[in-house]
């Protein structure tokens, strides 16, 4: 047998030699041909493998012990698996084999310039990447490894490592025959990593699939995934290329390399809410995922590195949670009572609910006593946690990002998990109840077991509309994982929400700390993933529309804002854009919507103003929209609908304006004249009273007269019997109802239109 049987040069291989070097060395010879730069590298065989295992006579020995496992029995499991690792590890390599990879050793370092050069070994079984045997973490890597004799200790460690605890429990549960699979080492230039982390092709909680997620970290990867750093995390809409966020993680610590060793090391203060990765780096990466994405055709999971400012792809292989799946129903899932102040926070992951029993735990030897159903709190997870995380009804960790392992493994497993959750192990009580809340960005954990619903909707089943049905939406943490709602689009999106739940302080006070920036970025982050999830559908923002008591509640809030009788009528809409006490705060919205269209290239967002009293407001709030970048001959204007002044005055709003949209609400309380916010008045408030009905119908007429559409937001259509059948007999445009309700509003539409 040849030299080549035993090692193959990764610029060798390409997607069909799975079977011979495993799927993860197989994926980085096909990369070479995408135009991603792969560090240079060769890769042990699978017939090298055998060839270990039958020269050595160890294969009927680890076979007598594996007899008869049961992979549910943990302490066993973790007997068993030590003992069969401890044979490998003491198993000697034959001449022949040993020869061949020093040879390729050599070649490498002549290759490099270097003798004796660094490499990491990295495992790949052969059914390790394939898409329906994924899981993450079962196999070992060796960093900073250097000379032929340490080498060959790798690569004996990558072989034991087939064996390990998680390995065999996984390959038991998935029907794979233990000696069926081979592993293969891959043997590449050791990359002294400035950054390192991984990217998703998809959003990996939603599986929103037009986005790439990317975290990263200083140092090598290895921190990033284990779930030991914050990692930065940056999204990219891959249709326009654009950058919708930049969340720049508290990267406390880093592994880099010292001369033949890695070390973990502290990372200065200074530098660590300093950004991992430029835009250029951010878009570069996102390319190559997406040429990754394009030639396997399915969501990929690909981990990077850049050195010396070049990017290295790594690793690529399938994701597997959401890729290749049939999205047969969207479920959501809400909580139905409060939960007062959560006991701590972190980011969540899974968009679900689960509650159960504190169990924390802060050594693998505990494991013994987690039961299923038990909510698994630690301060970080490896594979070998694997058998609990299983069982788990939610998980908490103290670290990591939305790829460390406890994230990648509770969305395999389905569990929703809050990591990051600094001092989580502390805070929570071993044995105590708790509700775990991931349905949003941010993972709350609150106290008792709180009642929860799961809504589903099925896509497939929901019927076309000539009137358009779209969504009422002010939280961006929903969007991607909404985008499957067969809606057509946004009819209104919020900046209230964003600004108070992502900013917390007004924008004056904001710039008076010179700190107008973080407004404009939380904003324009929010607004971009709402855009981007239903792109290229229209997604109407509303501009800020605060009364002064909301704004004052604010951070610095009260510097800034009268003390009103009734805000309700008081300093709001559009009244304050040109006001010079908050035309500067005004910009700083404008600024965050110019870059949403023009740097994220989201051009399907429409403008929005709302609480226009006049005409001439109207027309001085469109003056200052193009002096702050936002033309209205370029950029589509509409008005809310909302003031009585709308409906009488409607032919000049309609020569002014592209649009408007119903504001329901508002409008109800200035025709009757009653205070919405008032108990006593509650039987008054009725938005299907004729006077209501008939404004409706006079605005949508002249503003058709004048080719102009109308939609309507608010309540109405989804809580009042027969009005979705009155606003379709008045011929409005579009209906936008909130997200659990779409489903619902459009077979009410459809039921009518026919």
């Known amino acids: 047998m040849g030299d080549t049987d035993y090692v193959r040069r990764l610029r060798e291989l390409d997607g069909d030699d799975g079977d011979v070097v495993g799927g993860k060395a197989a994926n980085l010879g096909v990369l070479a041909t995408l135009d991603v730069p792969v560090l240079p590298g060769f890769a042990t065989t699978a017939d090298a493998y055998d060839r270990f295992v039958d020269a050595s006579g160890i294969d009927e020995e680890v076979r007598s012990v594996l007899a008869d496992l049961s992979p549910d029995d943990v302490s066993d499991l973790r007997d068993r698996g030590q003992r069969v690792r401890d044979i490998i590890r003491g198993a000697a390599f034959p001449d022949d084999l040993a020869d061949a990879i020093a040879d390729r050793y050599a070649d490498l370092g002549g290759e490099l310039d270097a003798t004796d050069p660094a490499v990491a070994v990295r495992s790949s079984a052969t059914a390790e990447d394939l898409p329906e045997a994924s899981f993450a973490g079962q196999q070992e890597t060796f960093l900073n490894v250097t000379g032929s004799e340490d080498l060959l200790e790798a690569v004996r460690g990558c072989y034991a490592s087939l064996f390990t605890d998680r390995a065999i429990a996984y390959r038991e549960e998935n029907d794979f025959d233990h000696f069926d699979v081979k592993l293969a080492a891959i043997v590449q230039q050791m990359g002294r990593a400035d950054a390192a982390g991984v990217a998703f092709t998809n959003d990996p909680d939603s599986g929103f699939d037009d986005v790439v997620v990317i975290e990263g970290a200083y140092g090598l990867g290895e921190l990033v995934v284990q779930g030991e750093v914050t990692p930065d995390r940056y999204t990219v809409f891959e249709p326009t290329g654009g950058i919708v966020e930049r969340d720049v993680g508290q990267k406390s610590r880093r592994m880099v390399v010292r001369g033949t060793e890695t070390e973990v090391e502290d990372v200065p203060p200074a530098e660590r809410e300093v950004p991992a990765l430029d835009d250029e780096r951010i878009r570069e990466l996102a390319t190559y995922a997406g040429r990754i994405e394009d030639h396997y055709g399915r969501p990929m999971d690909v981990e990077w590195l850049v050195a010396d400012g070049t990017a290295y792809v790594v690793q690529a292989r399938p994701e597997t949670v959401h890729g290749g799946r049939e999205k047969e129903f969207l479920r959501e899932y809400h909580l139905e009572e409060e939960g007062g102040d959560p006991l701590l926070s972190g980011v969540a992951i899974g968009n679900a609910v689960g509650d159960g029993t504190v169990r924390v735990m802060h050594e693998l030897r505990e494991m013994d006593r987690f039961e299923a159903g ?130 917390g302080a007004h924008p004056l006070h904001l710039l008076a700390r010179n700190e107008g920036k973080q407004f404009v970025d939380a904003l324009r982050t929010g607004i971009a993933k709402i855009a981007a999830a239903f792109y290229p559908a229209t997604v109407v923002v509303r501009l800020s529309d605060f009364k002064t008591d909301e704004y004052r509640n604010l951070e610095g809030g009260r510097y800034y804002e009268p003390e009103e009788a009734n805000p309700m009528l008081g300093w709001r809409g559009a009244s304050r854009y040109y006001d010079e006490r908050f035309r500067d705060a005004f910009e700083l919205e404008c600024t965050a919507l110019r870059q949403v269209r023009e740097d994220v290239g989201l051009d399907n967002v429409v403008v929005m103003v709302p609480f226009c009293r006049t005409p001439e407001e109207g027309e001085q709030v469109l003056d200052l929209l193009g002096e702050f970048g936002l033309p209205p001959d370029d950029v589509p204007v509409y008005v809310m609908a909302e003031l009585p002044s709308n409906v009488v005055l409607a032919d000049e709003f309609a020569e002014r304006f592209d649009g408007f949209s119903v504001g329901s609400n508002d409008l109800t309380q200035l025709v009757l004249g009653v205070d919405r916010n008032s108990a006593r008045l509650a039987h008054l408030f009725d938005e299907a009273d004729p006077a209501v009905e008939e404004s409706i119908r006079s605005l949508v007429a002249d503003a058709h007269d004048h080719d102009v559409p109308v939609g309507i937001c608010g309540d109405a259509p989804s809580t009042v019997p027969g009005y979705v059948e009155f606003l379709l007999d008045a011929g409005i445009d579009s209906i936008s109802v909130a997200p659990d309700v779409a489903v619902e509003t459009m077979f009410e539409v459809a039921k009518h239109e026919d």
């Open 374 to 503: 038990d909510v698994l709190v630690t301060e970080m997870t490896d594979p070998d946690w694997v058998p609990a995380m299983r069982s788990a009804s939610a998980i908490v960790t103290e670290r990591g990002g939305k790829t460390s392992h406890a994230a990648i493994v509770s969305r395999e497993l389905g569990v929703p998990a809050v990591v990051g959750a600094a001092n989580a192990t502390r805070v929570l009580r071993d044995g105590e109840a708790v509700t775990v809340d991931c349905t949003s960005a941010r993972g709350r954990v609150y106290e008792g077991h709180l009642d929860y619903a799961v809504e589903e909707h099925r896509p497939g089943e929901v019927p076309d509309t000539e009137t358009d049905v779209m969504l009422v939406l002010g939280d961006p943490d929903r969007a991607f994982a909404l985008a499957d709602l067969p809606v057509d689009g946004v009819g209104l999106a919020r900046e209230e929400f964003i600004v108070t739940s992502h900013v």
